[in-house]
């Protein structure tokens, strides 16, 4: 089946500094991923869409400078967190379309805590 | 854009019984409906989706019906065990999906 990974699983950083985020599909080519935010205890928000080759498209509200998503390649795409504060801290799941309509298969996600 | 509301946002039922959760979507073009179970720090798992030109499918115990003129389609868990207890989130859309706010299940043995 098709399996999406991430890395880090977590991540600790100061106040002030950048985090990336890598999400790969691992057996199958996926121009399009897409990135969430988790808060504890509430739903999964997504952030931006992320294209292979061009810009992602992010949702309203969300800081493109802040976060910065690279597609740079068919299996891989990257969020960074620039100049993170405490409240960027949460758990972040990517996810990518598979082969069968609509399905979406999720990373297992990367927990930020920003200290 | 899209906006699903999901309720309850807790439930607790004892070990045997059904446990029903609802939502609701405002696009009248989603026509996607996937249900996903997912446990403390672990990635959504799919457990049962729907297509907007279905009105039932069922898998073993669990089972989702979709009403599209209403707006709004149901997951049926029939024989709860305690390996059910999770957060559940319902989501629907087109190309991307918009999540519902989740319900915690909890099955008492």
């Not at chain 1, 599909?25 to 992320?50: C, E, G, I, V």
């Not at chain 1, 400078?65 to 801290?89: M, Q, Y």
């Not at chain 2, 990635?43 to 019906?65: C, F, H, M, Y």
């Not at chain 2, 024989?79 to 909890?106: H, I, M, N, W």
Request: with cysteine; aromatic share 10%; net charge neutral.
């Amino acid at each position: 089946g098709a399996v999406v990974s991430q890395h880090p699983s977590w991540v600790i950083c100061k106040s002030g500094t950048s985090v990336k985020i890598e999400c790969r599909s691992l057996d199958f080519q996926a121009t399009t991923m897409f990135w969430y935010r988790q808060f504890p205890k509430q739903s999964l928000m997504l952030m931006a869409t992320s294209n292979e080759g061009s810009k992602a498209t992010y949702e309203q509200g969300v800081e493109k400078d802040k976060f910065l998503i690279n597609h740079a390649s068919l299996t891989l795409s990257t969020l960074t967190v620039t100049s993170a504060h405490p409240e960027d801290s949460s758990f972040y799941i990517c996810s990518a379309p598979g082969l069968a309509p609509y399905e979406q298969y999720f990373g297992p996600g990367t927990r930020l805590t920003v200290t | 854009g899209e906006n699903v509301e999901q309720h309850p946002s807790t439930l607790s039922v004892q070990e045997g019984d059904s446990a029903v959760i609802k939502c609701t979507y405002s696009d009248s073009a989603s026509n996607y409906f996937p249900w996903y179970k997912q446990e403390l720090g672990k990635r959504p798992q799919l457990i049962i989706d729907i297509r907007s030109n279905v009105g039932e499918k069922k898998d073993q115990r669990i089972a989702v019906t979709l009403n599209k003129t209403a707006k709004h389609f149901s997951l049926h868990i029939t024989e709860t065990q305690p390996e059910d207890s999770a957060v559940y989130f319902c989501a629907g859309g087109f190309q991307k999906l918009v999540f519902g706010t989740g319900t915690r299940l909890l099955v008492s043995p």
